[in-house]
Every structure is written in C-alpha cells, then in structure tokens.
Nanobody
Framework: QVQLVESGGGLVQAGGSLRLSCAAS??????MGWFRQAPGKERQFVAYITGSASTVYADSVKGRFTISRDNAKNTVYLQMNSLKPEDTAVYLC?????????????????WGQGTQVTVSS
C-alpha cells in the first residue's frame, strides 16, 4: 500500500526559503496536492500538480511557491520562497483520488502525516 512521507520543514526567518519533499513508498502517477493547516484553522489548499506536471496555486502563494515532481523518484516537491509568518502551518501532501475540485480536501484519498513549517518575523 502506498504511503506518503513529507520532509523538509523547519524554522526559518521571514523572507527565507524551504523545500518540502513528499516521497511515495510506491509508484504513483496521480495528480498530487499540497495543503497546509494552521492551529485552529481549516486545512487550506496550497498547490496542485497533475501527472503531466501542469500546476495550479492558491492566490496566497502564487509567485512565491513552486510545486514540481520527479516521477522516477516518486517524489513531489514544494519550493517555498519569500516566506511570511502567515505561511506558518503543518504542510501535508496528498494524492488525488477523485474528480472533485483539486482544491477540495475531499478530492484526495491518501495523506501524509505532515511537516511543520514555522516562519519567524
């Protein structure tokens, strides 16, 4: 059974960068998404990538974050630049499992455990 494992989170100052990775334990060609969840808030869509590497971003991260994938390594990445304190959250990757909207949590059938990103001001 495929599992997703995120890594790369940490503490960074505002304006800094981090690169998150999401490694699948098995081969997956599904579309994948990154979400984030801050304490006391709902899970929020961040970025999406299809199997052919087409991408979509939330307005709040457009121009600062880049999602990519390496199918040979079964890994999806999220490069985060110009980080802001409001980007602080647990970041989770997920595999899309239905034709529901890509920004909807319900469209995804497999989730990683998340990695904490903290941006200090």
């Amino acid at each position: 059974q495929v599992q997703l494992v995120e890594s790369g989170g940490g503490l960074v100052q505002a304006g800094g960068s981090l690169r998150l990775s999401c490694a699948a334990s098995g081969r997956t060609v599904n579309a994948m998404g990154w979400f984030r969840q801050a304490p006391g808030k709902e899970r929020q869509f961040v970025a999406y990538i299809t199997g052919s590497a087409s991408t979509v971003y939330a307005d709040s991260v457009k121009g600062r974050f880049t999602i990519s994938r390496d199918n040979a390594k079964n890994t999806v990445y999220l490069q985060m630049n110009s980080l802001k304190p409001e980007d602080t959250a647990v970041y989770l990757c997920a595999r899309r499992g239905s034709m529901l909207a890509y920004s909807s949590v319900s469209a995804y059938d497999l989730w990683g455990q998340g990695t904490q990103v903290t941006v200090s001001s």
